[in-house]
């Protein structure tokens, strides 16, 4: 037996519990881990929450992160004993997740921990991180380099948004961070690396079909009205990666700024990337992150804190990323 967060539908309704699991439950997999931390995403806490169907079968363990020991395996390239990490690939929406003490899962989707990572740190970084490096990767091989101009980050004071801002700026891009509390998180996202601050009222509501010619390069985490203003005022073949939607799957805007500025809009996706583009991620995120910029952006959290931490996250009250010890 282990302990893990169920999530369960019935007649009864919808419900997110930490319960007891017997280990002969666990899905199918070639790799069995002892998790030592997960971490707490959007998702997560749509799923637990059940504000979004992002759970695709019941009973389901959630949780798209996680790292641990190898405890059992039957494939070639996983050896027990070793220590391993794992984001997207579905677990935690159709196969169980990392938020449990242990985890069954095909060996094809694990990353061996990189060196320079401790476990935690692998977390604190985790999904959020990939997709954070994943953007500025992409910024870069269409032609976005530091020295050209600005580069907005929306959403920064979130995980997606904090792990970016604290890479670009250590690429040695010119940061422009976009939050919604401005008085609370400003002095968080300098010490992150960003070299401005704007509020994010400035670009959420409708805006015109073109604005003032302002970043080269844009990571959004939010989507709506924000990506459209951000595309409405990026430079002159600039580049526009879209990798969230906290603010709404709908993109309110209009041909302008690709017809008359020929900028490009890229999307990111972290669940289904190739695992040999997931060794160039994780590689570059050991290379080229400030390891001591985690202790700004992660805090740690038991797994007993998670279910009421998923609701406060949805209303955005959690700041950076939240690490989940699974054994406390």
Same mark, same amino acid.
């Given at each position: ?45 749509? /799923? ?22 190898? /405890? ?22 159709? $196969? ?31 999904? /959020? ?12 091989? $269409?032609?976005? $380099? ?78 709506? $009205? ?59 995120? /050991? ?42």
């Amino acid at each position: 037996m282990f302990k893990g967060i169920l999530i369960d539908k019935d007649d009864t309704g919808y419900r997110a519990t930490i319960t007891h699991i017997d280990e002969a439950q666990l899905p199918e997999g070639d790799v069995t881990v002892d998790v030592t931390y997960s971490s707490l995403n959007y998702k997560d806490a749509l /799923a637990i929450t059940g504000q979004a169907p992002v759970v695709r079968k019941f009973p389901m363990v959630p949780g798209i992160d996680l790292v641990g020991t190898v /405890a059992k395996s039957s494939c070639s390239d996983i050896a027990v004993g070793s220590t391993v990490l794992l984001n997207g690939c579905g677990v935690g929406e159709g $196969h169980w997740g990392g938020l449990a003490q242990k985890a069954r899962v095909k060996g094809e989707w694990l990353v061996p921990l990189p060196a320079a990572f401790y476990p935690k740190q692998a977390m604190a970084l985790g999904t /959020a991180g990939f997709t954070a490096m994943l953007s500025v990767l992409a910024l870069e091989r $269409h032609g976005v $380099h530091p020295g050209q101009g600005d580069v907005v980050v929306t959403g920064a004071a979130g995980g997606v948004g904090s792990c970016a801002v604290a890479i670009l700026a250590k690429r040695g891009f010119r940061v422009v961070a976009v939050t919604g509390r401005v008085a609370e998180h400003s002095d968080y996202l300098f010490g992150l690396g960003a070299a401005e601050v704007l509020a994010r009222s400035d670009f959420d509501r409708p805006g015109k079909p073109l604005g003032k010619e302002r970043w080269v390069g844009a990571v959004d985490v939010v989507g709506s $009205h924000v990506l459209a203003n951000v595309c409405a005022t990026t430079r002159y073949r600039g580049v526009v990666t879209a990798c969230g939607l906290a603010g709404g799957m709908d993109f309110p805007a209009t041909v302008a700024p690709f017809i008359l500025r020929s900028i490009t809009l890229v999307g990111i996706d972290s669940v289904m990337c190739p695992r040999e583009h997931r060794l160039e991620v994780w590689a570059g995120l /050991a290379k080229d992150l400030d390891l001591s910029k985690m202790e700004l952006i992660a805090h740690e959290i038991g797994l007993s804190e998670v279910i009421p931490m998923a609701a406060e996250l949805l209303v955005g009250r959690v700041r950076g990323r939240v690490v989940v010890d699974v054994n406390r």
